[in-house]
Each structure stands twice: as C-alpha cells, then as structure tokens.
C-alpha cells in the first residue's frame, strides 16, 4: 500500500482548515519565534540583573551612555518583557481564531500582531543603537538579522491578507 503525503492536506486537514491556514501557520511561527526572543531575553534580564549590570556597566565603559547603564537596562528589559507579551498574546489568539476565521485573523493583526512588531522594531533599533555606540559591531550585525525577519514578518501579511 502506497502513501502519499500532500503538504496541503497536513494543513488544511490536520493543523488547521480554511481559507487562511497558510497565512495563520506563518503568522503563529513568527508569533512563536519573536515571543521566544524577546521573552527569553527580557526574563534572562530580570533574573540576572546584577550580572548583566556589571556585563553593560563594561560594555559601555567608554562611551557617552556609561552613566545610564541601570536606567536604559531596565528600560530595555521592559521593552523586551512588553514586545513578548504582545507576541504571546498574539499566538494564543492566532490558535484560537485558525485558519478559517479571517475576521480572527485581521483582528489578531490589528490588535496584537502589528502592534507587537512596532515594539519589535523599537526594541531592535534601541539595541542595535547600543551595540553601535559601544563599537560592537559583530553583535549589531546579529541584530541585523532579526530586524530582517520583523521587516519580513510585517510585509508578509499585507501581501497575503492583500490588506489595504
């Protein structure tokens, strides 16, 4: 007996049916990776506060920001905890509304989706701020990377959604 898998009936079948189960499982895989970034990084943060400070207060020893080190790592944390929560509200809205309801969709995206990656954006550009400043180029080239995907992650759904 011959068995065919068909890429298309895993999705539609099997993880989500509908119209929009292309759309949905890519919205959920970014969703997912940027929630596991910027939730990992900003709890890192929170739990090795005192390490971290010492890490940045050395990091930054020899530019214009040393005297700021406490104030922008909580500020950064913050940002970062924020941004990962608006991506993990997203997911857990993503899964619930599937791939058959287009107005769960768009409403995922208008409310938490879209507003998750404009703090993805803030967030990237603060840190690749900071690694420019302190002349740490390979971790700004790093960072690079993830702007990259959030670039793709916001265009992406207005060519699928074919949004205005």
């Known amino acids: 007996m011959e068995m065919i898998f068909n890429l298309d009936d895993i999705f539609q079948e099997i993880l989500f049916k509908g119209e929009y189960a292309y759309e949905c499982i890519f919205l959920i895989s970014v969703s997912l990776f940027f929630t596991i970034l910027f939730l990992q990084s ?4 929170i739990v090795s506060f005192a390490g971290n400070l010492t890490y940045f ?14 104030f922008l790592l909580i500020s950064i944390t913050l940002l970062e905890c924020l941004t990962g929560f608006l991506f993990s509200l997203a997911l857990i809205y993503l899964i619930i509304a599937g791939g058959d309801n287009g107005f769960g969709i768009l409403t995922a995206l208008e409310v938490f989706y879209f507003p998750a990656l404009v703090f993805a954006f803030i967030t990237l550009c603060s840190l690749f701020f900071g690694q420019r400043v302190a002349q740490d180029y390979v971790g700004a080239v790093n960072l690079g990377i993830y702007f990259l995907i959030a670039l793709i992650a916001f265009s992406l759904p207005v060519l699928f959604l074919e949004l205005p």
């Open 42 to 45: 900003g709890i890192d943060k």
């Open 57 to 70: 207060q050395n990091h930054f020893k020899n530019t214009f920001l040393k005297n700021q080190v406490k």
